[in-house]
């Protein structure tokens, strides 16, 4: 296999509506230029890569791994299409970054794990929020002992942008984005987070689920994510939903460890608000992904603190992930940069027996894993085993 480095990686990308572009971003960021991409049609890719200023766009995903100069794909594509195209890059022998979920259920997800093991081939999922650095920080002080022993773990991931019937977007519709939708889309960031920062599996689940509206009105064109407040009323019609909207998931993890999570789309006013609160035995912590760069820490004998990012005070895995001093904000964006940063350091090193310090397709799994355990539980109104 070649060794590859910034100057010769050939990177494609498959998908470039919300959230691709942000991984364009974050790797020309990185001093790593995208050399093609795949959009849904041929006459998109161009637009999008005139755009981005990408050198080849593709007349088909197919036509893209087909090109012997693209050695990484990034999939950026509806949640559907990550199991075919993960498998058909792995297959060519391209390294994989995906977007989250990894697949539509766990065989799928199982699959691709031992596929890319077989193959040999760099695998990762875009669990991006694990590289804000107060997240960072919050793992650095749960993993040296600072929050004592671990008894509660709580929070929520509220968003606002699928409030009214008239949102609409595929993530709504389970051939293309699952069976289920807040869980999946954006619980699973949550979970992976907690598991992240304390080491902890989750052993049982219990889950409670509500979709407040049961029919929606379907745009009767096709839109990008978050593009749905530009539409007008005569462009609708309706569709029943059966994904929800709102879910609260109650956990036990390892050591006798316990959760409790709350998603919801339908949140006024949270536009993207993804939260913990850890609880040990000697202090808590609490971080807000709408004030990022800010992290609390509580004391029972002593004044509460609140940690502003600044790399000079802050633990090296924490230094790891900031490019800016102190009072220089870094957000969303800068996950992603640092997130790539890490996959391509060890994609350049080329020693893929090395324990990757990057979500992969196993996290991917086990996340798929988790979301069929709560689905269950929701259905059957009781606990499930992990
Ligand atoms: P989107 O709907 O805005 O964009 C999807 C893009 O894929 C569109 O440009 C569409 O034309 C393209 N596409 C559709 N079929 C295609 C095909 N056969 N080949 C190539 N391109 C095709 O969706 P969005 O919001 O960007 O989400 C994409 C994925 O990224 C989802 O899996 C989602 O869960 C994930 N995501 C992750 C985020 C994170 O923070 N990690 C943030 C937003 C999305
Ligand atoms: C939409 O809910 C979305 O874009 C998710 O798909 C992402 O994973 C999350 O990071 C932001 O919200």
């Known amino acids: 296999m070649k060794k590859l480095d910034k100057s010769n990686v050939g ?3 498959a998908g470039t509506g919300f959230i691709g572009p942000a991984h364009v971003e974050a790797l020309a960021r990185n001093g790593i230029h995208i050399l093609g991409l795949a959009e849904s049609t041929l006459e998109l890719a161009q637009e999008k890569a005139a755009l981005m200023g990408i050198p080849r766009a593709y007349e088909s995903y197919e036509a893209m791994l087909a090109d012997e100069d693209i050695d990484v794909v990034h999939l950026a594509t509806p949640n559907y ?8 890059a792995l297959m060519a022998g391209k390294h994989v ?3 989250k979920p990894l697949a539509m259920d766990s065989s799928q997800s199982k699959e691709l794990v031992e596929l890319a093991k077989q193959k040999k081939l760099v695998n990762a999922v875009n669990f991006n929020i694990r590289m804000y650095p107060m997240v960072q920080q919050a793992r650095s002080l749960v993993q040296s002992g600072e929050i004592g022993k671990l008894f509660v773990l709580q929070g929520s991931y509220l968003q606002d942008w699928l ?3 008239t949102d609409w977007n595929w993530r709504l519709e389970p051939e293309l984005g699952g069976n289920l939708r807040a869980v999946a889309d954006i619980g699973s960031h949550w979970l992976d987070l907690m598991t992240y920062i304390t080491g902890l599996k989750i052993t049982e689940v219990f889950a409670d689920f509500k979709t407040f509206h049961p029919i929606r009105k379907k745009p009767t064109k096709p839109l990008e994510t978050y593009t749905g407040k530009m539409l007008t009323p005569e462009d609708y019609e309706d569709q029943p939903i059966h994904t929800e909207d709102y879910a609260s998931i109650l956990l036990h993890y390892e050591n006798g460890v316990t959760g409790v999570l709350t998603v919801a789309q339908v949140c ?7 939260a913990f609160e850890i609880s040990g035995s000697k202090s808590s912590l609490a971080w807000d992904g709408e004030r990022p760069n800010e992290l609390w820490i509580g ?3 002593r004044p509460n603190e609140l940690m502003l990012k600044d790399p000079s005070i802050m633990s090296s895995e924490g230094q790891a992930v900031v490019s800016y001093p102190g009072g220089h904000n870094e957000g969303f964006p800068d996950t992603f940069k640092q997130l790539h940063k890490k996959i391509y350091a060890y994609l350049f090193a080329g020693d893929f027996d090395k324990e990757p310090d990057f979500p992969t397709f196993a996290d991917g799994h086990y996340e798929m894993v988790l979301c069929e355990a709560v689905e269950r539980s929701a259905r059957d109104k009781t606990w499930v085993k992990i």
């Open 163 to 165: 409030l009214l019937e």
């Open 97 to 99: 970054i995906c977007e």
């Open 81 to 88: 299409l990550h199991y075919p195209h993960a498998k058909a």
């Open 299 to 301: 004391h029972r004998d």
């Open 268 to 274: 006024a006013g949270r536009k993207n608000r993804i």
């Open 11 to 13: 990177v494609g990308i």
